[in-house]
């Protein structure tokens, strides 16, 4: 049995966010406990009060918290992840090329992606698991679980749900402070956020995607395991108008020159 938590960011379109995007931690279940008290641990020793929220941004410092223990927390979290055998899905789409879609949309295919990425994992590994969303900023969010869980969900770009998601026994949503794996899908996400938006800051990037990528699901070792269309989703498959196919292609470019080697 495998749990997954989601996260997103950069919903709306700006001079520094070309892409929305969406990620999924998950892991076996019976690693819940260890990924709980680390974290709890990570933060104790850097000085998190109990209603301070242990994010990625930088804006979330508590004031209690130096900048230097703030950076290490959350590279401590990603040692933890590694550790603890915890995976990651990212996906990113264009806000240009979503432009004509309401945020409730865009968010949405985000989500239906993540969830079908997660059944696949499951479908190919005989598992089962539990999806476990952040707060969902949609009118009635619970009917939105419900259409997924009992129907596979709605159409999304012009696909009807293939049937429902029979290996995924639960949707629920939480929040950062209800649970520390909201704080481990936090952070990771923020930290494809950053490589996906932030690709300019080439220093932080190349510690970053390493580390992402080791952890994304895929086929293969190293840095040349197959993550594209597993735990790397970019959407839409095909891209029509040059311009937003070469934003696409600069991407997977600058992935690569972070990772070392051509993103595949």
């Known amino acids: ?13 700006s001079a520094a966010a070309d892409f929305f995007v969406c990620g999924g931690a998950f892991f076996p279940v019976d690693r819940f406990p260890a ?11 850097s000085g998190y009060k109990p209603d301070d929220r242990f994010k990625f941004n930088s804006r979330s410092k508590p004031d209690s918290v130096s900048s230097a223990d703030f950076t290490a927390a959350k590279n401590e979290v990603y040692e933890l992840a ?20 309401t945020p409730e949309d865009i968010h949405y295919w985000g989500l239906h992606a993540l969830l079908s ?6 479908e190919a590994n005989a598992e089962y698991g539990v999806f476990v969303c952040d707060r969902l900023p949609f009118r009635r969010p619970f009917d939105v ?23 995924v026994c639960a949707l629920a949503t939480t929040t950062i402070n209800a649970s520390h794996a909201s704080s481990l899908a936090d952070i990771l ?6 490589c996906v938006n932030e690709r300019d800051k080439d220093r932080v990037c190349s510690l970053l995607f390493p580390k ?19 735990g790397l989703i970019l959407r839409p498959e095909e891209i029509i108008a040059a311009r937003y196919q070469r934003i696409q292609e600069e991407l ?13």
């Open 1 to 13: 049995m495998y749990v997954l938590f989601t996260d997103e960011a950069n919903l709306d379109a």
């Open 35 to 45: 990924i709980h008290k680390g974290i709890a641990a990570i933060r104790e020793r």
């Open 82 to 101: 590694q550790a603890e055998g915890v995976q990651f899905i990212g996906y990113a789409i264009q806000h240009a090329i979503a432009r004509n879609q």
């Open 117 to 122: 990425h997660f059944h696949l994992f499951l």
């Open 145 to 167: 679980l419900e259409e997924i869980f009992q129907h596979g969900g709605r159409s999304v770009e012009g696909h009807r749900p293939r049937r429902p998601f029979d290996r």
């Open 189 to 194: 996400l923020g930290g494809f956020r950053f």
């Open 212 to 230: 992402l990528h080791r952890m994304m699901w895929g086929e293969g070792t190293g840095g040349g395991k197959r993550v594209l269309g597993k």
């Open 252 to 264: 997977l470019e600058d992935f690569g020159r972070f990772l070392g080697s051509p993103i595949k």
